[in-house]
């Protein structure tokens, strides 16, 4: 069983920075990717980035191309979302999850484990 934590959120106006954490309860070097998906009010979970183990490579959703980064820092067992030029639509509750070797990184039905989120609130 893995434990994934959230931290980072809050509130913060639009063009600002935020940067999210999620740290892992054991070693994350066993998962195949990690993945933050984000989940407005009465909205679907969507996906948001991920990075994989073997080379660190990444995806983004469109929607945060350019403004998000995803990494990882195995010796913290934590990964990172940083969040700059954020907007009023990036507000939602964010999660972290971890990938087993299923496939694609981008769906929520990949994942095994998730985190209890944290929430994010970009004022106009």
């Known amino acids: 069983q893995v434990q994934l934590v959230e931290s980072g959120g809050g509130l913060v106006q639009a063009g600002g920075s935020l940067r999210l954490s999620c740290a892992a309860s054991?070693?994350?070097?066993?998962?195949?990717?990690m993945g933050w998906f984000r989940q407005a009010a009465d909205k679907e979970r969507e996906f948001v980035a991920a990075?994989?183990?073997?080379?660190?490579?990444?995806v983004y959703a469109d929607s945060v191309k350019g403004r998000f980064t995803i990494s990882r820092d195995n010796a913290k067992n934590t990964v990172y979302l940083q969040m700059n030029s954020l907007k009023p639509e990036d507000t939602a509750v964010y999660y972290c999850a971890s990938d087993y070797g299923r496939l694609p990184v981008t769906t929520t039905l990949s994942y095994d484990y998730w985190g209890q989120g944290t929430q994010v609130t970009v004022a106009s």
């Open positions: 990075i994989t183990r073997s080379d660190s490579s990444t």
């Open positions: 054991r070693r994350t070097n066993t998962y195949t990717a």
